[in-house]
């Protein structure tokens, strides 16, 4: 289920640059609070945790929780010191899992 993530790497970086790291994930967060227009309540439907890896090291994680907003966004800072994979990895708490993977190299 890739086409639900949204990454943003640059293509290069200098030895010891730090970068921006951007991505998203299409998905709803739902709470579980919510009802429809016939009383059914919307089922909990929350994505519960991300990751990120470069070079097979964890280098940013985050947590998440019923306040967090649909289609959720992360924005962070990375030090590359060389060229590598970055892996992201957003797990729901249904036992749902999204990848995406995006190379940089180090010149």
């Not at 951007?22 to 929350?46: A, C, F, Y």
């Not at 959720?72 to 957003?90: A, D, E």
């Not at 899992?97 to 190299?105: D, F, P």
Request: aromatic content about 12%; hydrophobic content about 35%; charged content about 30%.
């Amino acid at each position: 289920m890739n086409e639900r993530v949204h990454v943003k790497v640059p293509r290069t970086a200098k030895q010891g640059e730090v970068i921006r790291v951007m991505t998203k994930l299409n998905h709803p967060m739902e709470s579980g609070w919510r009802r429809r227009q016939n009383g059914e309540i919307v089922p909990k439907d929350l994505i519960g945790e991300f990751s990120c890896e470069f070079g097979g090291a964890e280098v940013f994680k985050a947590e998440f929780d019923s306040g967090t907003s649909g289609n959720p966004y992360l924005s962070f800072f990375v030090r590359v010191n060389n060229s590598g994979r970055f892996r992201f990895i957003w797990s729901g708490q249904n036992g749902e899992r999204y990848y995406k993977e995006a190379e940089i190299e180090v010149i």
